[in-house]
């Protein structure tokens, strides 16, 4: 029985497909980042760090950022909308809001562009601010 499902399987593997789909490439090599991760070290709970990661065109066509989108709502990406000529720069810009957050964190930002897909990361910890002791000796009234 299981030797019929591998033949089908076989089969309808081999058989030429008439769907358009698009094949995504992984870390095109047109792009060529500057820093595909970041390190924001630790950052005080509340604090919206910001980071540019920024890439060079090495292709010979312009490229173009279709869609930015992060690992979770906290973490905002932000691109440039306007096509990058070759040998310019473009940059996709990330916000992290640590609000709510505490501890050791990683996100993940995937970025479609014209040439394929690329991904870039950030990480970090939250720290609570910790509220400074007050002194016992008081000046003043």
Known sequence: MISVFTYLFAIMTALP????????VEDPKEIEWKKTTH??????????AKYTFVFVN????????NN?????GCTVP????????????GSVTVVFDSSGKN???????????????STLFIK???KL???KPKSPVQIGD
């Open 68 to 72: 930015a989108t992060a690992s979770c």
């Open 124 to 126: 970090g910890n939250v």
């Open 103 to 117: 501890g050791n964190f990683s996100k993940n930002i995937t970025v479609l562009t014209s040439v394929g897909q």
């Open 129 to 131: 601010e910790v509220e």
């Open 17 to 24: 497909s008439n769907n358009n789909t698009t094949v995504i």
């Open 39 to 48: 390190d924001f070290g630790e950052i005080v709970q509340g604090t919206k």
């Open 58 to 65: 090495k292709g010979t066509t312009p490229i173009i950022i």
């Open 78 to 89: 932000n691109f440039s909308k306007e096509p990058v000529a070759p040998g310019s720069q």
